[in-house]
């Protein structure tokens, strides 16, 4: 079992920036990729990004290339989402999640493949 804790999130105008944060325990070696989701009301889950636990290959969303950075500690077994340039649409809860499937390129984006989530972290994006 992996157990994940997203800390982070809260309350930004459009244009700012915030930084999650998830961390996991229990079988954390047996990890091969974390990444982050977000759900809006009334809307579906969607993938935002993720990152190879040991090579630390990265995976964006295309929406949000270029103004998120995933990243990862492994000694600390921490993955954080920095997160700039905001607009009110990326209001959701953004949940941490994490898979010991294989991965690559053509999987990492569904929520399918991935077994274990966090709790959930509310980001709230004002105009």
């Known amino acids: 079992q992996v157990q994940l804790v997203e800390s982070g999130g809260g309350l930004v105008q459009a244009g700012g920036s915030l930084r999650l944060s998830c961390t996991a325990s229990g079988r954390t070696f047996s990890i091969s990729a974390l990444g982050w989701f977000r759900q809006a009301p009334g809307k579906e889950r969607e993938f935002v990004a993720a990152?190879?636990?040991?090579?630390?290959?990265?995976y964006y969303h295309d929406v949000v290339r270029g103004r998120f950075t995933i990243s990862r500690d492994n000694a600390k077994n921490t993955m954080t989402l920095q997160m700039n340039s905001l607009g009110p649409e990326e209001t959701a809860v953004y949940y941490c999640a994490a898979t010991t499937r294989p991965v690559y390129s053509g999987n990492i984006n569904s929520s399918r493949l991935y077994d274990y989530w966090g709790q959930g972290a509310q980001v709230t994006v004002s105009s």
């Open positions: 990152i190879g636990w040991i090579l630390g290959t990265t």
